[in-house]
């Protein structure tokens, strides 16, 4: 805070020589004449709000206090006789708007006093010297103010980016951004043109509605436009981001970090970007994965947007080359520009011609759907363009690229050039990546249907542990253990499982370190709420089936030793591991070999991706996570489907906790390794029933 008492004191100085030296006789006559006296309670309060000088002992001027103020603003003596000009904000014009005093100038010297009111009316409130927002958007400034009070919530429903956009706006004094004198700028037209190429991105262009600012006539409409775009603008950021549903309303065995959008955020970028529309659409997903999907949503629907176009059947299209002896074959069909759109062939679209570049699509279309790629538009080929199957092929691609926005922005570790694990669960395969390459890549097992589904989710591996001891999951002990220990009370015990009871109570069942043992000989540990990891098995022979959904939620790893050489050549790259250096490691001693950097890990539910190859791959929704989520992104006319997910989502079931006998603790029911019925009896996971003990002896030992 500055010291007022010496401001006013050396403003006073600089105002008496003023006066002093430049003031002459007639001009003090003119000014004495100017108007009437003032006598109104208007009057009196203009005059009130007048600086004038304190009468105090103040020193008689110097030369030094004339060279402080060479910058003061001086009144116009010979304006001040002319009539009085109008306050109207709107009357303003663009100059006299720059000619106003910046905030220096008012601090150093008064502004001319007022003119009189004609009458005793009171006077019009003055522009302020300080505003940024220029005169013809100041109507619209003043009903966006308006609109930010009590009827902020119409427009933003989330208190957060209501705080956000209110903060904005008064920064920028209410002032429209995506109009200037009631024409959209080139800010806004990119920002339109993102949000009605949503579909592109998998997302529905209906949930961003876009406003008409060539009818909005009045600052009214030009306010309720404005607020209406930054809605959109910020739903369609945080939904590119986060996804349009959030994956705790697709099932309770998904668990992936939160990345939403900070509202402030996103008004600053978008509106300081060079390219608006580029910065709105960067809150997609950056993946390989999701741009490769991208790529085939659009082949599929040839670019277009909506329902697959329907493509009449009719006589074959062929176009054949120029030769020495023949010109160019080019025949003409009006179903041509629809194909082109189809194809996504945008040059020409409305062109008839059957050319070069249409047959070269068809062949290439063709080809992804396993037809002869001829280039020739036959029947065959038109009812693969017209088949519903692509329709559903749409669908799960989108569906895909929801899931895609789950994952973190960075999928790998910097300090390990960009390494990680991602396992997709549907494709039963998992793939160690690193500089977005895969390293190394390997078959799995994964949990069966229904309460043992691999849940999905992203962790950090920590360690691997060489010659694991199994805990058996506590609901497995329940379910499994119990009612098998009922029938023998020794069969545990011949297995080589241990079992111990703890001073409160509680069972604990484990098997040691072996070949035998359920792990195998390697674990690979990623800390997670539900206590699933990566194991080796003893049973290979699963491994050969083409769908391997086989586990109480655990991933059983085909090569574990050649898994563990990828991941520490990796994380400690000058101890060269081998497969035969870690085999050499196997024993009946567990110990662990920790990472100096975690691993992050992936594990992905993705039923459409694109192969190494560049070929679209769907697969069978084993979960039913695509038939869950399809109808929820279908929805018309919900902008947020996150009521409608929670309300529609059937629930996903789960043990019960209450179930359980008071000694034994609910952690999970996940756990690796087959049912303990189906190692003991080779049957289903069911007790059962009673047998003669001489009978199960026989069936443990073959």
Not at 142 to 171: C, N, P, Q, W
Request: charged content about 25%.
């Amino acid at each position: 805070m500055r010291d007022c008492s010496k401001s006013r004191a050396g403003y006073d100085r600089v105002l008496m020589a003023v006066a002093a030296t430049f003031l002459t006789v007639s001009a003090t006559a003119a000014l004495a004449q100017a108007g009437p006296a003032r006598s109104s309670a208007a009057d009196l309060a203009i005059d009130a709000a007048i600086p004038r000088p304190e009468p105090a002992n103040v020193p008689p001027p110097t030369a030094a206090d004339f060279k402080l103020d060479t910058t003061a603003t001086l009144p116009d003596v010979a304006k001040a006789t002319e009539e009085p000009k109008t306050t109207d904000k709107t009357a303003e014009t663009p100059t006299e708007k720059a000619a106003e005093p910046k905030p220096a100038d008012v601090v150093t010297a008064p502004a001319a006093a007022p003119p009189a009111a004609a009458t005793a009316a009171p006077a019009p409130e003055p522009v302020k010297a300080a505003s940024g927002v220029p005169a013809a958007d100041q109507p619209v400034a003043d009903k966006i103010r308006e609109l930010m009070g009590a009827k902020a919530s119409r427009h933003f429903d989330r208190k957060g980016e209501r705080a956000a956009v209110e903060k904005f706006y008064a920064a920028r004094e209410f002032a429209p951004l995506w109009t200037q004198g009631g024409t959209p700028t080139a800010r806004a037209k990119g920002v339109i043109a993102r949000l009605g190429d949503a579909a592109a991105e998998g997302l529905d262009a209906s949930d961003y509605p876009v406003p008409d600012f060539t009818a909005a006539a009045t600052p009214d409409a030009l306010a309720e436009a404005e607020l209406k775009l930054t809605a959109s603008m910020l739903d369609y950021a945080r939904q590119a981001q986060s996804s349009r549903m959030h994956w705790s309303q697709v099932a309770a065995d998904i668990l992936y970090p939160e990345h939403p959008t900070d509202p402030a955020e996103v008004l600053a970028n978008v509106t300081t970007a060079k390219d608006a529309s580029a910065a709105l659409e960067g809150y997609n997903p950056p993946h390989k994965l999701y741009k490769d999907l991208k790529a085939k949503l659009a082949e599929l629907r040839g670019q277009g947007e909506g329902p697959v176009m329907q493509i009449a059947e009719g006589v074959q299209l062929a176009f054949k080359a120029a030769t020495k002896k023949q010109p160019a074959v080019t025949p003409e069909d009006p179903r041509v520009p629809q194909l082109r759109a189809k194809l996504g062939i945008t040059e020409n679209p409305d062109d008839t011609k059957y050319d070069a570049k249409v047959a070269a699509a068809v062949r290439k279309f063709q080809a992804g759907v396993n037809l002869k790629p001829t280039g020739v538009l036959d029947d065959k080929t038109v009812k693969a363009i017209n088949s519903p199957k692509r329709d559903r092929q749409i669908d799960t691609v989108i569906v895909n690229m929801e899931r895609l926005r789950w994952l973190p922005r960075q999928l790998g570790a910097p300090a390990l050039n960009n390494a990680y694990v991602i396992l997709n669960v549907p494709d039963f395969t998992l793939k160690v990546m690193q500089n977005g390459a895969p390293v190394w890549t390997t078959r799995v097992v994964v949990g069966k249907p229904g309460n043992h589904a691999t849940p999905m989710l992203t962790e950090t591996m920590k360690f691997i542990t060489v010659n694991p001891t199994w805990n058996v999951p506590p609901s497995i002990i329940h379910n499994e253990y119990l009612p098998a220990l009922q029938q023998d009370p020794t069969v545990l015990q011949r297995m080589g499982l241990k079992l111990e009871r703890a001073r409160d109570g509680s069972i604990r069942i484990s098997q040691p370190p072996g070949e035998s043992n359920a792990l195998g000989r390697i674990r690979f540990n990623f800390p997670n709420k539900f206590l699933v990891y990566q194991h080796d098995t003893p049973d290979k022979h699963l491994f050969a089936k083409e769908e391997r959904a086989f586990s109480h939620g655990c991933m059983r790893v085909q090569n574990p030793d050649q898994y563990g050489a990828a991941l520490l050549n990796i994380v400690l790259p000058n101890d060269k591991y081998t497969p035969e250096k870690i085999r050499s490691m196997y024993g009946r001693s567990e110990m662990n070999i920790n990472f100096p950097t975690p691993v992050p890990v992936h594990i992905t539910y993705q039923t459409a991706f694109v192969d190494d190859a560049g070929k679209l791959q769907l697969r069978r929704d084993i979960y039913g996570r695509d038939a869950r989520m399809m109808p929820l992104l279908k929805n018309p006319g919900n902008r947020d489907l996150e009521n409608v997910v929670a309300h529609a989502n059937p629930s996903y079931a789960r043990p019960n906790s209450a179930s359980l006998p008071s000694n034994v603790a609910f952690n999970n029911d996940f756990s690796s390794g087959p049912s303990f019925f189906e190692r003991l009896f080779g049957g289903p996971a069911t007790p059962p029933a009673p047998v003669g003990r001489q009978q199960q002896r026989r069936v443990i030992t073959r």
